[in-house]
C-alpha cells in the first residue's frame, strides 16, 4: 500500500538558519503530496502542497518541490523563525485508493 | 465558512461507557476521515468513507465503529471506552478528485479524549 517516510526529528535550529525535512513517499498511481502544520494545542492547517510531478508547492516562505523521479517531497525553508515551531506533517492523498497517508511527523524548535 | 466541525472538543469518560463523536462538514465532500493522535505521536487512521453508505477500516479500527448516512456527518462511536483510547481525535474531508489532481484534505479541530 502507499507509504509516507519522513524524518522524525525532532530538529532543533537557531533563528534564521536553514531548514529541510526529507519526505519521500511510495505510491502507485498519480498521488497529491502535502505538508501540514500543527501548531501547540492546535489541529492541522495545509501548508503547502502538489498535484503533479514537478509541481512546486509555496507559503509563508516553505517550499518542496514534487520529485517524482526520486519518489520526494523535501520541505525547505531558508531562514526560520521562531514562530515556526511546530509538528510538520507530509502526506499524500490518491495513490492506491482515496486513504490520505500520513508520515509520522518531524517537531522542529527554533530558538531565538 | 464553518468548513469541518467536530463536537464536543473535551470529554473525559470511564471505563466502559460510549460515547459518539460528532463530525459535520459543509463543503458537499465526498470523502472523510478519522485519525487519532496520541500524545507525541504521528497520525492513526481509524476509518475513511468515500460517501454515504461506504467506509472502510484504516490501521486502528478496532474499538470503534462509524456510519455515514449522510454525505456531511461522518460520526465515530467508541462502544467499550478503555484509556488505550486516550487521545485527539481528528476528523477530515476532502473533495473528490479534480481531473487528474486531488486537492488537500481539512480537518476539524479535533476532540480530546480522556478515559479514566
Known amino acids: 500500500g502507499d507509504s509516507v517516510t519522513q524524518m522524525e526529528g525532532p530538529v532543533t535550529l537557531s533563528e534564521e538558519a536553514f531548514l529541510t525535512i526529507n519526505c519521500t513517499y511510495t505510491?502507485?498511481?498519480?498521488?497529491?503530496l502535502f505538508w501540514y502544520v500543527q501548531y501547540p494545542g492546535e489541529g492541522l492547517q495545509l501548508l503547502l502542497k502538489?498535484?503533479?510531478?514537478?509541481d512546486k508547492g509555496s507559503n509563508k516562505g516553505f517550499e518542496a518541490t514534487y520529485r517524482k523521479e526520486t519518489t520526494s517531497f523535501h520541505l525547505e525553508k531558508g531562514s526560520v523563525q521562531v514562530s515556526d515551531s511546530a509538528v510538520y506533517f507530509c502526506a499524500l492523498l490518491g495513490g492506491s485508493n482515496y486513504k490520505l497517508t500520513f508520515g509520522k511527523g518531524t517537531l522542529l524548535t527554533v530558538n531565538p | 465558512n464553518a468548513g469541518v466541525t467536530q463536537t464536543p472538543k473535551f470529554r473525559i469518560l470511564k471505563i466502559g461507557q460510549s460515547m459518539t463523536l460528532q463530525c459535520t462538514q459543509d463543503m458537499n465532500h465526498n470523502y472523510m476521515y478519522w485519525y487519532r493522535q496520541d500524545p507525541g505521536m504521528g497520525l492513526k487512521l481509524i476509518y475513511y468513507s468515500v460517501g454515504a453508505g461506504i467506509t472502510d477500516k484504516g490501521e486502528v479500527p478496532n474499538g470503534y465503529n462509524v456510519s455515514r448516512s449522510t454525505t456531511e456527518d461522518f460520526p465515530l462511536r467508541l462502544e467499550l471506552a478503555a484509556p488505550s483510547q486516550t487521545s485527539v481525535y481528528f476528523c477530515?474531508?476532502?473533495?473528490?478528485?479534480?481531473?487528474?489532481?486531488?486537492?488537500?484534505?481539512?480537518f476539524g479541530q479535533g476532540t480530546r479524549l480522556t478515559v479514566v
Open positions: 477530515a474531508s476532502s473533495p473528490p478528485r479534480q481531473g487528474a489532481s486531488w486537492t488537500e484534505a481539512f
Open positions: 505510491a502507485t498511481g498519480y498521488p497529491s
Open positions: 502538489a498535484t503533479k510531478a514537478d
